[in-house]
């Protein structure tokens, strides 16, 4: 007999299958802590084979307590100091220029604390791995620089923004990798740490029980997986993981100015998650 309690672990058996690293919460824990493939996807977009990421953390909250604050999806530092934050998008709306641009300065004002010098600013990037292309150029990748308008030359102001075309696909090593991205059998996966991680996560009993904690924890979000999209999913993402107050304790307002939602909106998430603990 099949009980309903079978029937809803099935069902989220069934969502988590259905993920790929384009779904951001399943990238986000994927990726957390896996200084290996953050190394590889970093190292394939930015064309480099220098890279040694030493720290990895996902949903890095910075919090600005006047203004608005941001979410980042993998925050990353490599051996040099430099810090990296990618974006997963699924809607070119998330993709905005300007959000790129906010989340750089957010990023710079979080990494100079008081007494000490700009100089001391580390290298950032700011990378957005989007499902299509947002920049309609169809280039696989796009590295968007200041430079003196006068001469032609770079700034060098050591900021930098990255948007990646997740609909590019070809033999060459990025086109191989959004390939994966896009992957929601492991085994069709070409990059072995991208392809192992994702495999542990959907095949493996550990890694199942682990999503499906979080999966319980993000609510019931991907219970209606398909109805939410775009900005609107990631948003209730946010709050729901805010709603949770692992280490913080937030009010609605606050998580309504975090997460970009309507207060109604996170009032109404709030009184299901005190539903949810009540039974």
């Given amino acids: 007999m099949v009980t309903d309690k079978d029937s809803f ?3 989220k058996l069934e969502i988590l299958r259905s993920f790929c690293l384009f779904d951001d919460a399943f990238f986000s824990k994927c990726l957390d802590g896996g200084n290996e493939c953050v190394e590889l996807i970093l190292s394939i977009i930015l064309g480099r084979n220098d890279l040694k990421v030493v720290n990895t953390r996902t949903q890095e909250f910075i919090a600005n307590v006047t203004e608005h604050s941001v979410a980042l999806d993998i925050f990353a530092e490599d051996g040099c100091g430099r810090i990296y934050d990618i974006e997963i998008q699924q809607s070119e709306a998330g993709a905005d220029r300007k959000r790129a641009r ?4 957010m990023i710079d004002s979080d990494q100079l604390s008081k007494g000490r010098k700009y100089s001391e600013v580390p290298e950032t990037y700011v990378i957005f791995i989007t499902e299509s292309d947002v920049m309609k150029k169809g280039d696989s990748v796009y590295f ?4 003196i ?3 032609g030359e770079l700034f060098g102001d050591e900021s930098h923004i990255v948007y990646v075309n997740g609909a590019y696909r070809d033999d060459s090593s990025i086109g191989r990798l959004m390939h994966d991205f896009s992957c929601r059998n492991a085994d069709e996966m070409h990059y072995k740490v991208l392809r192992d991680r994702v495999k542990f996560f959907k095949e493996s009993k550990e890694g199942r029980d682990t999503m499906s904690k979080a999966m319980e924890d993000f609510g019931r979000l ?3 997986r398909g ?3 775009g900005e609107t999913r990631k948003a209730r993402d946010v709050a729901l993981r805010l709603l949770s107050g692992v280490k913080y304790k937030y009010t609605a307002e606050e998580i309504a100015d975090i997460s970009g939602l309507d207060l109604e909106e996170v009032r109404k998430l709030q009184e299901g998650k005190a539903s949810d603990s009540a039974n």
Avoid at 102 to 105: D, I
Avoid at 144 to 147: G, K, L
């Fill in 149 to 151: 308008m006068n001469t």
């Fill in 9 to 11: 672990r099935a069902k």
């Fill in 144 to 147: 968007i620089e200041r430079c």
């Fill in 102 to 105: 906010f989340y750089s300065s």
């Fill in 222 to 224: 991907y219970e209606k």
């Fill in 227 to 229: 109805e939410i999209n």
